[in-house]
C-alpha cells in the first residue's frame, strides 16, 4: 500500500513525519530512502500496473462469463489462472495482491458480523458447537481413514482431513447474501458450522507441526487456545462498550468520511488483535461486526462498507486463481476429477448427517450439506504450512489446489441446484427421514411488516406524517440521519433507522420491496433527487411523493419519476391566501372552491412539461381537470343509507363512484344496487368543484 503514495507526486521531494505504525508498513520505504539518501519517491508503480492489469482482465472475463449466465466468482478464478504465474505471468508480485486479498475476506466477514447479531448468534448457539463440532470432527475421521486405506501415514492421511474439513465461508457467504437466503434454515445452518470452523482454525494451525514432528506439541495448543479465548472474550466486551461510544462521538461531527474511518478503524483494529494471538483476522472481523449489529448506526455501517468489501473480495477470488497451474491439471485430471468427486460427496455427507443428527428435517440438511461441500480459503494456509513440515510435497499441493478450486467454481451452481436436488432426493426416502423438530428460529429483523410508508426525513413534516399514520393504523418505518432525532424516537418506540436513504442498504433494510408509499420529507434538494433516484431503480412501481421547498425543484424530481411533489413555496403561498379570505368572512365552500381551483390550473401547468417524464403518474395525470377523492361515509349524513342507482352523488354533485371499501370488502365499479353504509370508503372521481359538493353528502 506504500507504493500507492508514489502516487501523490512521484517526481518532486517531500518531507514526512511516520509514525511507528507507518514505519511497520513501508519497511521498503525506508529501504529505499537509506539506499538514496534523500525523500524523493522514484518508483515503478508495479502494484498500481498489476491492479490495473487484474481488473482490466476481470473486466472482460466476468462480462463474457455473464453472457452464458455464468457466476462472476468462476470469472474471477478464471482471470487469476490467467495472469498467474503459471500461465501469462502478468503479475510481477503476487504476494502484494494476495495480502490485499485478505482484506476482502476480513470486510466480508465484518458485514455478515453486522448483519447476523449477536443475538441471532445465540439463537444458533447449538449449531455453532454441535454441528460445526460433528462435521469438521467426523471429516477428519473418514478422510483420514481412506487416506491411510490408500498407503499414506496416519500423519499425512489426518492432515488431509484437516484440509478437506474447512469450506469457504468467503465465497458461501456472499452467494447466500446475493440471494437473499442468510435467513433461510439452510443459511443459518451453513454459517454456524462455518462460524465453527473458523475457530478450528487455530488449534489446526497448531496441529500442523505436531504432525509434522515438529513444534511444541499439545502444551503450545492449550497455551495458544487460551490465549485466544482471553483475546476473544476482551475483544467482545471491549467493543460492546466501547463502540456506541466511539460512534456517538463520531457521528456528532456529521462527517461522512470520519464515520467510514472509524468503521475500517473497529473493524480492522478488532482484526489485528485477534490476529496477534493466533486467531484468523476474519474472526476478528466478525467480532467487531457482532458488536455495531447492537447499535442503531449498524444499517449505515452496511451501507459504507460494502462497496470497499465488493472490490477486495473480487480480489481474493483472483489471488485463489493465481496459485493454480494449470499444466498439474492438465497432467494428472482424472486424479483432479476423482479429488474433487471424493471432497463433494463426504462433505455433502456428513454435513448432511450432523444436520439429522440434530433433528433438522430432511430437505434443509441436505441443501446445506451440498453448499457445504467445498474446500475453504483457510485450507490454502494450511496446506503451505503443511508443505512446510513436509506433509505436502509440491505435486499433492498443485493437486489438491486444483480440485479446491474446482470445487469453489462449482459452489454457485450448487446453490442454484441444491433445492430441486434436494427435492427429488427428500421425495425418494421415507416420511420418517423427512420429520425435524429443531428450528433455526426467526429472523432478527427489528420491523417486519408490509404495505407500510417509508417515511425519508423525520423533521416537522415527517413527524406530522407519522402521527396522521399512527391515527388511522397505517404502519411506517422513518429514516433518518441526525442521531439525536434517532435516539429520541427510539425511546418512544418509533420504527426508525439511522442512514442515508440514497443507500440502497438502507432501503432495503426499511423494507422497500414490501412498502406502498415512499415519503421523502428533507431539505436538501440534492440529496432528495438522489434518493428519488434511488428509490425508483429498486421499486419502478412504488408511489413516491417529495416535499421541496421551491417550484423551480419540481421538474427534476417528476423527470426522476416521482408521482407527487408538494413545494412549499406554492403551498404557502395557498394557505396565506386562505386565511386573508377567512379574515374577510369569506365562507367556507367558497374558500375551499378557490384552493381548488388554484391547485388545479398550477398543477396541471407545473406538470404539462414534467408528466411524460413520469414512471407511474396515475390516473389523474392523465385525465385534464380531474381528480380523485376519498371520503367515509359518516353517521347521519344525506348518503347513508341510499341506493347508488338512486343517483344522489351524481345528480348532486356530478362525481362518480370509483371503488367502495366497506371492512376488508373491496368492491370496485359496484353495482347500482350498492346501499350506502355508515363507514363505507368510496374513491370519488370528478372535478375539484363536483368533489366540494360530494363531500357534503358523506
Known amino acids: 500500500m506504500v507504493k500507492l503514495l508514489s502516487l501523490i507526486n512521484p517526481t518532486k521531494p517531500c518531507h514526512l513525519t511516520l509514525n511507528p505504525i507507518t514505519f511497520t508498513l513501508g519497511t521498503e520505504f525506508f529501504k529505499r530512502l537509506s539506499k538514496k539518501g534523500d525523500c524523493q519517491i522514484n518508483m515503478e508503480f508495479s502494484l498500481l500496473k498489476d491492479l490495473v492489469l487484474l481488473f482490466g482482465l476481470a473486466l472482460v472475463t466476468v462480462v463474457l462469463f455473464r453472457q452464458f449466465k455464468l457466476p462472476s466468482i468462476i470469472g474471477f478464478l478464471c482471470t487469476g489462472i490467467l495472469a498467474g504465474p503459471y500461465s501469462f505471468g502478468l503479475i510481477r508480485d503476487a504476494h502484494q495482491v494476495e495480502q490485499m486479498?485478505?482484506?476482502?475476506?476480513?470486510?466480508?466477514?465484518?458485514?455478515?458480523?453486522?448483519?447476523?447479531?449477536?443475538?441471532?448468534?445465540?439463537?444458533?448457539?447449538?449449531?455453532?458447537?454441535?454441528?460445526?463440532?460433528?462435521?469438521?470432527?467426523?471429516?477428519?475421521?473418514?478422510?483420514?481413514?481412506?487416506?491411510?486405506?490408500?498407503?499414506?501415514?496416519?500423519?499425512?492421511?489426518?492432515?488431509?482431513?484437516?484440509?478437506?474439513?474447512?469450506?469457504?465461508?468467503?465465497?458461501?457467504?456472499k452467494l447466500l447474501m446475493d440471494a437473499g437466503e442468510m435467513d433461510t434454515p439452510h443459511g443459518k445452518t451453513c454459517l454456524g458450522i462455518l462460524i465453527f470452523q473458523d475457530l478450528c482454525v487455530v488449534p489446526l494451525m497448531l496441529f500442523t507441526?505436531?504432525?509434522?514432528?515438529?513444534?511444541?506439541?499439545?502444551?503450545?495448543?492449550?497455551?495458544?487456545?487460551?490465549?485466544?479465548?482471553?483475546?476473544?472474550?476482551?475483544?467482545?466486551?471491549?467493543?460492546?462498550?466501547?463502540?456506541?461510544?466511539?460512534?456517538?462521538?463520531?457521528?456528532?461531527?456529521?462527517?461522512?468520511?470520519?464515520?467510514?474511518?472509524?468503521?475500517?478503524f473497529v473493524g480492522f483494529g478488532t482484526a489485528f488483535l485477534t490476529a496477534q494471538v493466533g486467531l484468523s483476522l476474519a474472526l476478528g472481523a466478525f467480532i467487531a461486526g457482532l458488536a455495531i449489529s447492537e447499535s442503531e448506526y449498524s444499517h449505515q455501517v452496511m451501507g459504507d462498507i460494502i462497496p470497499f468489501r465488493d472490490a477486495f473480495m473480487s480480489l481474493f477470488f483472483i489471488s485463489v486463481g493465481m496459485l493454480l497451474d494449470p499444466a498439474a491439471v492438465l497432467r494428472k485430471p482424472l486424479a483432479v476429477m476423482l479429488i474433487v468427486i471424493v471432497i463433494v460427496l463426504i462433505k455433502w455427507l456428513v454435513a448432511t448427517s450432523a444436520a439429522l443428527v440434530l433433528k433438522f428435517p430432511l430437505k434443509p440438511a441436505l441443501i446445506s450439506g451440498l453448499l457445504l461441500a467445498q474446500v475453504g480459503e483457510f485450507a490454502f494456509v494450511l496446506s503451505q504450512s503443511g508443505q512446510k513440515f513436509g506433509l505436502l510435497n509440491p505435486e499433492q499441493y498443485q493437486l489438491f489446489l486444483a480440485a479446491s478450486v474446482a470445487t469453489m467454481a462449482l459452489t454457485p451452481f450448487a446453490?442454484?441446484?441444491?433445492?430441486?436436488?434436494?427435492?427429488?432426493?427428500?421425495?425418494?426416502?421415507?416420511?420418517?427421514?423427512?420429520?425435524?423438530?429443531?428450528?433455526?428460529?426467526?429472523?432478527?429483523?427489528?420491523f417486519p411488516m408490509e404495505d407500510h410508508v417509508?417515511?425519508?426525513?423525520?423533521?416537522?413534516?415527517?413527524?406530522?406524517?407519522?402521527?396522521?399514520?399512527?391515527?388511522?393504523?397505517?404502519?411506517?418505518?422513518?429514516?433518518?440521519?441526525?442521531?439525536?432525532?434517532?435516539?429520541?424516537?427510539?425511546?418512544?418506540?418509533?420504527?426508525?433507522?439511522?442512514?442515508?436513504?440514497?443507500?440502497?442498504?438502507?432501503?432495503?433494510?426499511?423494507?422497500?420491496?414490501?412498502?406502498?408509499?415512499?415519503?421523502?420529507?428533507?431539505?436538501?434538494?440534492?440529496?432528495?433527487?438522489?434518493?428519488?433516484?434511488?428509490?425508483?431503480?429498486?421499486?419502478?412501481?412504488?408511489?413516491?411523493?417529495?416535499?421541496?421547498?421551491?417550484?423551480?425543484?419540481?421538474?427534476?424530481?417528476?423527470?426522476?419519476?416521482?408521482?407527487?411533489?408538494?413545494?412549499?413555496?406554492?403551498?404557502?403561498?395557498?394557505?396565506?391566501?386562505?386565511?386573508?379570505?377567512?379574515?374577510?368572512?369569506?365562507?367556507?365552500?367558497?374558500?375551499?372552491?378557490?384552493?381548488?381551483?388554484?391547485?388545479?390550473?398550477?398543477?396541471?401547468?407545473?406538470?404539462?412539461?414534467?408528466?411524460?417524464?413520469?414512471h407511474a403518474t396515475g390516473i389523474s395525470g392523465y385525465l385534464s381537470g380531474v381528480e380523485l377523492a376519498t371520503y367515509r361515509v359518516q353517521p347521519g349524513s344525506q348518503i347513508e343509507g341510499s341506493l347508488l342507482r338512486d343517483g344522489l352523488l351524481r345528480n348532486r354533485s356530478g362525481a362518480t363512484v370509483l371503488v367502495i371499501k366497506r371492512g376488508e370488502q373491496v368492491c370496485s365499479n359496484p353495482d347500482p344496487d350498492w346501499r350506502f353504509q355508515e363507514e363505507d370508503v368510496v374513491l370519488v372521481m370528478g372535478k375539484p368543484d363536483q368533489l366540494i359538493f360530494a363531500a357534503h353528502l358523506f
Not at 506439541?217 to 476482551?234: E, T
Not at 430441486?420 to 429483523?445: F, M, Q, V
Open 209 to 264: 507441526p505436531f504432525l509434522g514432528g515438529a513444534g511444541n506439541g499439545l502444551s503450545g495448543v492449550v497455551v495458544v487456545s487460551a490465549k485466544a479465548i482471553v483475546v476473544v472474550v476482551v475483544s467482545h466486551f471491549g467493543a460492546r462498550f466501547a463502540v456506541p461510544w466511539i460512534f456517538n462521538q463520531v457521528v456528532r461531527t456529521r462527517s461522512r468520511e470520519l464515520f467510514i474511518l472509524t468503521i475500517i
Open 101 to 173: 486479498a485478505e482484506i476482502g475476506v476480513v470486510l466480508l466477514l465484518f458485514t455478515i458480523g453486522i448483519e447476523f447479531s449477536l443475538k441471532e448468534l445465540l439463537r444458533i448457539k447449538h449449531l455453532v458447537l454441535w454441528g460445526g463440532g460433528l462435521q469438521v470432527g467426523i471429516t477428519i475421521v473418514v478422510v483420514a481413514l481412506l487416506g491411510i486405506a490408500f498407503n499414506f501415514s496416519w500423519q499425512q492421511a489426518t492432515f488431509f482431513g484437516f484440509l478437506v474439513s474447512l469450506s469457504s465461508t468467503a465465497i458461501l457467504m
Open 454 to 614: 417509508i417515511i425519508v426525513g423525520f423533521g416537522i413534516n415527517g413527524k406530522n406524517l407519522a402521527r396522521v399514520l399512527n391515527g388511522n393504523g397505517i404502519r411506517y418505518i422513518a429514516i433518518e440521519t441526525n442521531h439525536h432525532t434517532v435516539k429520541t424516537e427510539r425511546k418512544k418506540g418509533v420504527r426508525i433507522i439511522f442512514g442515508d436513504a440514497s443507500r440502497p442498504e438502507i432501503l432495503s433494510h426499511a423494507l422497500i420491496e414490501k412498502a406502498r408509499i415512499v415519503v421523502i420529507a428533507i431539505s436538501d434538494a440534492t440529496a432528495t433527487r438522489r434518493v428519488a433516484a434511488q428509490v425508483r431503480t429498486m421499486r419502478p412501481d412504488i408511489h413516491m411523493i417529495v416535499r421541496t421547498r421551491y417550484v423551480a425543484e419540481m421538474e427534476p424530481l417528476y423527470q426522476l419519476g416521482v408521482n407527487d411533489v408538494v413545494p412549499e413555496e406554492f403551498e404557502t403561498s395557498v394557505e396565506i391566501f386562505a386565511r386573508v379570505l377567512r379574515t374577510y368572512m369569506v365562507t367556507h365552500d367558497q374558500i375551499e372552491h378557490c384552493i381548488s381551483e388554484i391547485r388545479r390550473d398550477s398543477y396541471q401547468m407545473f406538470r404539462t412539461v414534467s408528466r411524460r417524464h413520469s
Open 415 to 446: 446453490i442454484r441446484y441444491a433445492e430441486p436436488l434436494a427435492n427429488y432426493i427428500a421425495s425418494r426416502l421415507p416420511s420418517s427421514l423427512k420429520r425435524g423438530t429443531r428450528t433455526t428460529g426467526t429472523s432478527h429483523d427489528r
